[in-house]
């Protein structure tokens, strides 16, 4: 399985989301947003937290445009997996990837903490290796955070068993609790939320390798 | 030509740094302000001198950039 992760000016989980998916299995190359198209064989796209283009405009805007979000694009209508951690869930947004905005947290404040999270769904291969209704510790590390999205998206994210993780505690005033959703074909996963961060004790904690574990292993089966 | 774009929240979208300003005008003694709705404005320098061409090109600016219509709605003055 073969993960290509993006680099933009001012990414800074980068490096970590790389070591996660070689940590797993996966072959890992690395992507610079001025590329205009992924390597050859490329499975999923891992887009990575940090503050792509200094948050200028509007978080994940100015990424949203550049020239590897085209071939991102194009790999996601062609039925490829991408993942985007927080900035990555951002800029999947403003790409319109996925539904709904990211807005400043309710409590204006930056919030870096490990938070609770309910797995929602264990229908993906995100999300397969958990248990539903498993609760998970997983820093969050960000100021907008706070998911919104018109009632009608939201009741069909629901209706659709779209939403991946929900907050235990919710932090940021996130409508519906939301941590994280998923694409239509289930292949695109948005979360706010770190897992890269805890893939090994050492960590502190690794509830998230077993999304990693999970993806990995459900494309060697594929 | 130039161009000024301002955008806004959304009627209807939870402005929590409007909502916060808004507390901290009351804090100073500013009394009956009843609400606060920030958002932002983009001055442009355009080399166009259509008036109608320049509003269309803004306003796909502002479609593909400049605002989150998902969240936000925006406004253009050309001068």
């Known amino acids: ?222 | 030509m130039k161009a000024r774009v301002t955008v806004m929240l959304k009627t209807g979208v939870l402005d929590v740094q409007g909502e916060a300003v808004r507390r901290a005008l009351g804090t100073l003694g500013f009394e009956g302000v009843e609400a606060v709705r920030q958002g932002k404005v983009i001055e442009l320098d355009l080399a166009a001198t259509d008036k109608t061409a320049a509003e269309a090109e803004v306003a796909a600016m502002c479609e593909k950039l400049l605002a989150n219509t998902v969240i936000e709605k925006y406004s253009v003055e050309i001068a």
């Open chain 1, 1 to 222: 399985m073969k993960a290509a992760v993006v680099t933009f000016p001012g990414s800074n989980c980068d490096r970590d989301l790389a070591v996660a998916f070689e940590k797993a299995g996966a072959e890992v190359v690395r992507v610079w947003h001025k590329d205009s198209a992924l390597p050859q064989g490329v499975d999923i796209v891992g887009v990575p937290g940090g503050f792509s283009f200094g948050d200028y405009l509007r978080c994940g805007a100015i990424a949203a445009q550049s020239p590897i979000a085209a071939a991102i694009q194009a790999h996601a209508s062609r039925g490829g997996y991408v993942i985007g951690i927080c900035n990555g869930f951002q800029v999947l947004t403003e790409m319109r990837l996925l539904p709904g905005a990211l807005m400043r947290n309710a409590g204006l404040k930056f919030i870096c903490k490990p938070v609770e999270l309910v797995v929602a769904t264990t229908e993906s291969d995100y999300t397969a290796g958990y248990a539903k209704g498993q609760r998970i510790s997983v820093p969050v590390a960000h100021h907008d955070g706070n998911y919104t999205v018109d009632a009608e998206t939201l009741a069909r994210l629901q209706g659709e068993d779209r939403v991946a993780f929900r907050y235990g505690d919710n932090p940021n005033g996130s409508m519906g609790d939301i941590a994280g959703i998923l694409s239509e074909n289930r292949r695109v996963l948005g979360m706010m939320p770190h897992p890269e961060r805890v893939v090994d004790p050492a960590h502190g904690g690794a509830d998230g390798a077993v999304l990693f574990a999970s993806l990995v292993g459900k494309m060697a089966l594929a």
